[in-house]
């Protein structure tokens, strides 16, 4: 299946790296923060086309057209069409293609595309994580020599304070912080060991679907910051970490 759907997905981010004159195809959903692009749309319509009938009875869940679809029934193709809106809107080139394919709520693939260094992470559930082709394992630093990424629920206002107290919190255990504002990229560098733990307030299930599998498949762990196995189906937060950093979730204010 990785091998039908990672073909496809490169695709997509071709869709991505040809958007030019982006501002002018840029259309605001329920605030200036959130925005959707014809390009996000393009790489979402490509990908509703494509991917079903890999796998004929599969439902898409995507971001921009969700169709009812109910991702913890049966299979479900879960795809962010471009994750990190607007960082492609204002050229920063910090976005990803995301594809995850669940069955009855549970990942079984993942695929994240980042069109832009050409880095393609992919996993399947129990046989490990990949970027480009080759494993890739979590670190084994602990935060204290290592850094974490973290999200600001930009959606999501009224989880600014917890936002930045828990950020205070890490960053007084830790070298330093990174927010990079691609939820999936930033998932996908905790596997590949960049960073060494990453959290945010409020996700969708197509921010982090195919990062929280790829991150389990080289070695780490992903719940949410309750330590609740995290939903498929609904808007949640998450905590995910290697092993040696995992236990400082139970030491934090959250």
């Known amino acids: 299946m990785l091998d039908q759907i990672i073909p496809l ?6 869709i991505v790296l040809s ?21 996000d749309m393009a790489v979402e319509s490509f990908l509703k086309e494509r991917l079903p009938p890999l796998l ?3 439902v898409f869940f995507g971001e921009e057209e969700k169709e009812n679809a109910d991702p913890r029934r049966g299979w479900a193709f879960i795809v962010d069409p ?8 204002r050229g920063l080139q910090q976005s990803a293609v995301s594809v995850a394919l669940a069955l009855d709520g549970v990942v079984e693939y993942g695929v994240v595309l980042d069109p832009y260094k050409d880095e393609l992470f992919s996993a399947r559930r129990g046989g490990g994580a990949f970027l480009n082709g080759r494993p890739i394992r979590v670190s084994g630093r602990r935060l204290s020599e290592g850094i974490f990424g973290m999200g600001t629920a930009i959606y999501k206002r009224e989880y600014l ?17 990174r927010r990079l504002g691609a939820a999936a990229l930033d998932l996908c560098n905790v596997a590949c060991g960049r960073t060494d733990a990453f959290f945010e307030y409020s996700l969708c299930p197509w921010d ?5 599998l790829i991150i389990t498949e080289a070695g ?35």
């Open 9 to 14: 997905v490169r695709e997509a981010g071709k």
């Open 19 to 39: 958007a030019h004159d982006i501002a002018s195809h840029t259309h605001e959903k329920t605030s200036a923060a959130d925005l959707v692009t014809e390009y």
């Open 56 to 58: 004929p009875g599969a």
């Open 82 to 89: 471009i994750d990190g809106t607007t960082n492609f809107v």
């Open 161 to 177: 304070a917890p936002t930045m107290r828990l950020t205070e919190q890490l960053f007084r255990r830790s070298c330093d912080f």
């Open 208 to 212: 982090f679907a195919a990062g929280s």
């Open 220 to 254: 780490g762990r992903a719940c949410a910051l309750d330590g609740s196995p995290l939903p498929i189906d609904r808007r949640t937060s998450i905590w995910a970490s290697n092993q040696v950093n995992w236990e400082i979730l139970g030491e934090l204010e959250v």
